[in-house]
């Protein structure tokens, strides 16, 4: 069963699922505290807090910029909205099918700046759509 949420693993600090790559592999993003805590809990493949177990063969830090694809990117996200607004009148029809990655639905033209915004801080489900769209 694929992890859809973690942050119940750590009281007081943020650790989401950022990418389900496949169905043994996810990505997580937060802060280096809660990150630190959950490699901590798999490697050890013991119970976390919520008496969920959790386990991993391997756990590997990602040399990244950000919380990507996390609730700290909200401030960012707030900050991109309203920059979002203020060329979003510019933009045309979209010249190839896009597919938004946190619903792998089709995006058109009016649903393209909603999508933008919430790949900031919803998980990329590329495994979830691959199984369920084909």
Known sequence: MLISSCSFFISGTIVDVANINSA????????????????????EKRWGEDGGAIAAKRCTELNVSGAFHSRLMSPAMEEFSEALLSIAPSFGDLYVPLVANVTGDLVDRKGLEEAMRAQMLAPVRCFTFTCLRV
């Not at 043994?24 to 490697?43: P, T």
């Open 24 to 43: 043994s592999q996810v990505v997580l993003s937060g802060s280096i505290e809660g990150l630190s805590h959950v490699a901590k809990i798999a490697k």
